[in-house]
């Protein structure tokens, strides 16, 4: 391919980018994706058990490869981001100096032929240039605006605006779009996302990414507690987790988290996601009563492998715990990690050296064997450890995806709220010769309203010309209107 031919392409290509038809067909595929993103479970926001549930093995490793379990971090989204940011800058480069030129340099004193190509103007007939320019800026001053001369050496005419601003609203929006944009190339680039399950009192600062590496973090996080409150019915209605943040052994930050209210702390944010059963045994209390002296009895609450005393010469411990009890041919067995069915192995010991095995079966106390242990046991209470899944997201663009928000929400009341209107007046002399005080108007948008906006204004001009010029008579033929 010559050299002619090489720039004959990348002008095609330069064109295209620039282009609106371009700017429109990405902004429908950033849609498309971001639905796709929806309606497709997402890594690491799904369980993968749930992942596996929902799509065949050979459908998730497909959908894995294309992108489609994380599309808001795959590489085709961040490149249709990129291209889409490139169209806006290339097409706003285009057309905002024409638009700087115009806000920077606005026309203040109307030639012969712009007058005459004015859509919206009137003449009235005046009989000193001076008398009508002052009536005009009374009129003006009355209804808030700010007329300013324009001239010199007694030549004079009025410019009055407002809101010249309003032209630059396009680029605002343009601005917030890229702003938006950057913030979401930066999270697909540099932003990841990740899992951690801690129970109670437990605490890290490592995370597992998801793409299987390990993040350690500048701080430590803590799980002081956490639950589940259900509906009537049984259902989760919610998940909370109370979470303390740690750096260098001081607690810096406390906080109550739920789904949708994350902890955030150094760009960081922990999500609640998963709450449930380790399927072991956090706190047991039971009654124990002496088999020689059943008036003395102790309540104990015993936590795994902690010996707790009875009296001077005798300690109990939990040694063993089956949420859900089943036995299969000779082994001991559990169906969930549910306590549906606990049973419990103390260890009895006393200051001797005898030993006793105790096994307690909360749902069905009568078979609950002592053996020749020198205590009986009763099931008070029983607590189950638990685990809260928290999703982490690094997402350092964010900063800028909100700035974007809240200029687009200015760029919006600009667009829609704020109209950019002109006004010109001018003595001249009439198609008769006769002196006459030529006013023209220009409005960005609301061409109806601002023609009845504008003949109002001709009536407050004439009223005014009338009460400093009683005598004047104003021909009809010195009146021209044109919209």
């Not at 330069?14 to 067909?25: C, E, K, V």
């Not at 630059?168 to 779009?177: C, E, G, T």
């Not at 030529?438 to 009338?466: C, H, P, Q, T, Y």
């Amino acid at each position: 391919m010559d050299s002619k031919a090489s720039y004959a392409l990348l002008q095609e290509i330069f064109r295209a980018l620039r282009s609106i038809r371009t700017g429109i067909i990405l902004l429908i595929l950033l849609g498309l994706a971001s639905a796709t993103g929806t309606l497709i479970l997402q890594r690491p926001l799904t369980d993968p058990e749930r992942l596996e549930n929902a799509y065949d093995p050979e459908t998730l490793a497909w959908l894995d490869r294309l992108g489609l379990t994380d599309v808001f971090h795959s590489w085709w989204f961040v490149a249709l981001m990129t291209l889409l940011a490139l169209n806006i800058i290339l097409a706003s480069l285009e057309r905002f100096p024409t638009a700087w030129r115009f806000f920077t340099r606005p026309y203040l004193r109307p030639g012969p032929h712009f007058q005459a190509t004015l859509p919206l103007q009137e003449e009235i007939s005046i009989r000193n240039a001076e008398m009508g320019l002052q009536a005009a800026e009374r009129v003006f001053r009355r209804l808030g605006w700010k007329p300013q001369r324009v001239g010199k050496n007694g030549d004079w005419s009025l410019y009055i605006e407002r809101h010249r601003v309003a032209r630059l609203a396009p680029y605002v929006v343009h601005a917030s779009l890229l702003l938006i944009l950057a913030g979401g190339i930066v999270d697909g680039v540099w932003g990841w996302r990740g899992f951690v399950a801690l129970r109670q009192n437990e605490q890290t600062n490592r995370i597992e990414r998801r793409d299987g590496t390990e993040q350690l973090l500048p701080f430590t996080i803590r799980c002081d507690d956490a639950g589940q409150e259900n509906y009537p019915d049984g259902t989760p209605r919610r998940w909370w987790t109370n979470l303390t943040v740690l750096e260098d052994g001081r607690e810096v930050l406390r906080k109550e988290i739920e789904v949708n209210d994350p902890l955030v702390y150094r760009g960081l944010r922990f999500f609640q996601s998963s709450y449930g059963s380790t399927g072991t045994l956090a706190k047991l209390t039971v009654l124990a009563t002496a088999a020689q002296a059943p008036q003395h009895t102790v309540t104990a609450e015993l936590f795994p492998d902690r010996p707790v005393a009875l009296d001077e010469a005798t300690t109990v411990r939990v040694t063993a715990f089956v949420p859900d009890f089943i036995v299969v041919g000779n082994q001991i067995r559990t169906r969930s990690q549910e306590p549906n069915n606990p049973a419990i192995q103390l260890l009895v010991e006393s200051t001797s050296g005898d030993t006793w095995k105790v096994w307690l079966f909360p749902r069905f106390p009568d078979f609950s064997h002592s053996g020749n242990a020198p205590y009986t046991f009763q099931v008070r209470d029983l607590q189950m450890g638990y685990f809260t899944g928290l999703q982490v997201a690094y997402e350092p663009g964010q900063w800028a995806v909100w700035a974007g928000c809240l200029l687009m929400g200015l760029g919006l009341l600009m667009t829609f709220y704020m109209v950019h209107t002109r006004f010109w007046v001018v003595p001249v002399s009439d198609s008769h010769g006769r002196q006459a005080l030529w006013v023209g108007a220009s409005a960005s948008k609301n061409r109806d309203e601002f023609l009845e906006r504008f003949r109002r204004l001709m009536e407050l001009i004439r009223d005014e010309l009338a009460r400093q010029q009683p005598q004047a008579v104003v021909p009809e033929d010195a009146v021209v209107v044109r919209s």
